[in-house]
């Protein structure tokens, strides 16, 4: 069954999947602020070549990186423009990133991926090592950080909020760890003034509270919503406030928008409420149901307010032509969270097993790839097992 009859909606949503350990989500790219080194009373004579024509790479910056076993390269093929540029502080950068425990092998990797470092001057440099250090106080640490990050840290512009908005946070009760998670993968939640942050966090606890929410659970509920998807920050409450009412106009209780918000980790506020009545009108054609039966499919996978119609689209029609029906489907919505290619990857593994996704649950392809590797074990080792119990005795007359 083909759905291209249906219309397309707006573009998608970015999603984000703030990564615990490297920092990398489905979908976000922030921008870095690198504002023009301009303060020449840091300038030393070794970091740059007076007799640099525009246009032509500075000599003494290649000499020292060269220095350094760095590949020039890979700068070259993404950002040339670096090595252009007259004043570069090579040496220093080094030798601060020596004096925090980087090898050399580091310190070239950091300068190839992060080129722009060796435009910060040394007291920048230093200025955002302060910075980082309020949640960060081991160097070892911090230099591994550096190291999988050069980007996020050597992003030294609005040093004011990024320090006014750690101390926020650690006021609102966010564990250090957090905040610097928040620092590597989500620098630009930092460039916002407090004050705005402040007002956000203040609307979303309004509607925590009118939507039914406790006092006592409030501040829970808050830093988990943060912890989960701290891009919230970058919301206005006019947006916020749009949202909730269109779900409320939807006829969802205020129970239900609740937990649909802790469903989508606040993904929601990254919504318009345009984007999302498409989402739902899409849908509910699809499954051909009714207001209230497409309301619990919501309440079961959010991903069908969640995804754009292109998304859901495309989604639903590599079920189909695996040979999976709208029932099916219906009764397990949640599989809609995979993408076409995991789901494919999925089905071949049970195939292999003998198991038929046709006619069997689709419970077992769905899930995290944990739950699905439990679910593929499970059926193996049931596959595998003996018909026969080999430690019973045979019974054999003589």
């Known amino acids: 069954m083909m ?31 690198w504002p023009e080194v301009t303060n020449r009373s840091f300038l030393i004579h070794s970091t740059y070549t007076t007799d640099t024509k525009p246009g032509e790479e500075n000599k003494k910056t290649i000499e020292d990186l060269h220095g350094l076993s760095v590949d020039i390269k890979k700068i070259r093929r993404v950002k040339e423009w670096v090595l252009l540029q007259e004043v570069a502080y090579v040496p220093e950068i080094a030798r601060i990133l020596r004096e925090m425990g980087a090898d050399e092998p580091a310190i070239a990797s950091i300068l190839e991926r992060c080129p722009e470092a060796m435009l910060r001057s040394p007291a920048e440099v230093n200025s955002q090592r302060a910075l980082w250090q309020l949640v960060c106080q081991k160097e070892n640490q911090l230099i591994k950080l550096i190291e999988q990050f050069p980007d996020s840290f050597f992003a030294t512009g609005y040093h004011e909020n990024q320090k006014a908005n750690i101390l926020f946070f650690q006021e609102l009760g966010l564990k250090n760890n957090i905040i610097t998670r928040f620092l590597t993968s989500a620098p630009s939640i930092f460039h916002n003034p407090p004050e705005k942050n402040k007002h956000v966090i203040e609307t979303l606890q309004r509607n925590y509270l009118s939507l039914g929410g406790s006092d006592a659970n409030m501040k829970i509920w808050i830093l988990k919503l943060l912890s989960q998807n701290p891009f919230i920050l970058l919301s206005t409450s006019s947006a916020i406030q749009e949202n909730l009412e269109f779900l409320r106009k939807s006829d969802f209780t205020d129970h239900e928008v609740l937990q649909l918000l802790s469903k989508l ?7 318009t409420p345009s984007t999302m009545q498409k989402s739902m009108l899409f849908s509910k054609n699809f499954f051909k149901c009714s207001d209230q039966e497409f309301k619990q499919l919501v309440l079961k996978c959010p991903a069908l307010l969640y995804y754009s119609v292109p998304i859901l689209e495309e989604r639903l029609e590599g079920l189909l032509k695996e040979g999976i029906s709208i029932a099916q489907i219906r009764e397990t919505p949640m599989v809609l969270e995979l993408t076409t290619q995991i789901v494919q990857y999925r089905i071949k593994k049970l195939s292999a097993l003998g198991y038929s996704i046709k006619s069997g649950n689709l419970e077992n392809l769905n899930g995290t790839k944990k739950d699905f590797e439990a679910n593929y074990g499970k059926i193996q080792s049931k596959k595998e097992r003996p018909m026969f119990n080999p430690i019973a005795p045979l019974n054999i007359e003589d």
Not at 265 to 271: A, P, Y
């Open 265 to 271: 980790k606040g993904f929601i506020f990254q919504l």
């Open 3 to 33: 759905l291209r009859g249906v219309a397309h909606s707006a573009k998608d949503t970015v999603t984000f999947l703030l990564a615990r350990s490297h920092g990398s989500s489905p979908g976000l790219k922030f921008l870095s602020f």
